[in-house]
């Protein structure tokens, strides 16, 4: 059993950045990912990493985003530059133990392990 807990979220300008962090209670050397939700919307994957470091993001986020992982602190980060109302959101850490390729493709249902989420809301 794996336990995630999400910090970092908040309310910023257009153009400014949030660093989300996501702790999880044991090592678990599974994909970790980005999930986020808006209001009215379907749940998006929009990064992942694998537990050997490589990285997978969604068009909407890729430049803008970067997922990294310390594996000796059990963390999962996710620095968020440019931030857009687009954006807005609750974001879920979430991970599971996928194969290299399932982590690549975003994954969300798969995914076996969640946190409570953090919300980012993007003002213009």
């Known amino acids: 059993q794996v336990q995630l807990v999400e910090s970092g979220g908040g309310s910023v300008q257009v153009g400014g950045s949030l660093r989300l962090s996501c702790a999880a209670s044991?090592?678990?050397?599974?994909?970790m990912a980005w999930v986020r939700q808006a209001p009215g919307k379907e749940r998006e994957g929009i990064a992942a990493i694998t537990a050997s470091g490589t990285a997978a993001y969604d068009a909407s986020v890729k430049g803008r985003f970067t997922i990294s992982r310390d594996s000796a602190k059990n963390t999962l980060d996710l620095q968020m530059n440019s931030l857009k109302p687009d954006d807005t959101a609750m974001y879920y850490c979430?991970?599971?133990?996928?194969?290299?390729?399932?982590?690549?493709?975003?994954?969300?249902?798969?995914?076996?392990?969640w946190g409570r989420g953090t919300q980012v809301t993007v003002s213009s």
């Open positions: 979430a991970a599971g133990p996928l194969s290299g390729v399932s982590c690549m493709g975003l994954p969300t249902d798969q995914m076996q392990y």
């Open positions: 044991t090592y678990a050397p599974f994909c």
